[in-house]
């Protein structure tokens, strides 16, 4: 991946997490995972050569999706107010029960749906080998 800022991308978000982490700022750490989950998704579906408009269209939805959800479970987590629920938990559990957590169930559907196989085709094998291995 000649020339491509994803790995960049993805070195800066870890960095952003890590400060965001040691912050305290566990709003600004989730959607710095989010964005972490797109820039790898776009990262490993790029250099597989199976990035095409409508999965990037799926992922970048995906991840807007996530963060809206991540920072209204952040707005609605109140803990100085009267406990409220919804569905029998509070709001920002039940963001995080119903909302986040079937939804990052979706990252490993749009896997399956990219990645056909877990093996490397044998060209892109035979290519790995010459490349990397020993003769």
Do not use: D, W
């Amino acid at each position: 991946m000649k020339g491509s800022r994803l790995p960049v991308a993805a070195g800066l978000l870890c960095v952003a997490g890590i400060i965001a982490g040691l912050a305290g700022q566990a709003q600004a750490l989730g959607l710095v995972a989010v964005a972490l989950l797109l820039v790898l998704c776009l990262l490993a579906l790029s250099a597989g050569g199976l990035l095409s408009a409508r999965t990037g269209t799926a992922l970048v939805a995906f991840a807007l999706a996530f963060g809206a959800l991540v920072l209204l479970a952040g707005r609605l987590h109140r803990p100085s107010e009267p406990l409220r629920t919804l569905a029998g938990f509070p709001p920002g559990t039940a963001m995080l029960v119903l909302g986040i957590a079937p939804l990052g169930l979706t990252l490993g559907i749009i896997y399956g749906l990219a990645f056909k196989s877990e093996v490397l085709p044998l060209r892109r094998q035979r290519e790995f080998l010459s490349r990397h291995g020993r003769n």
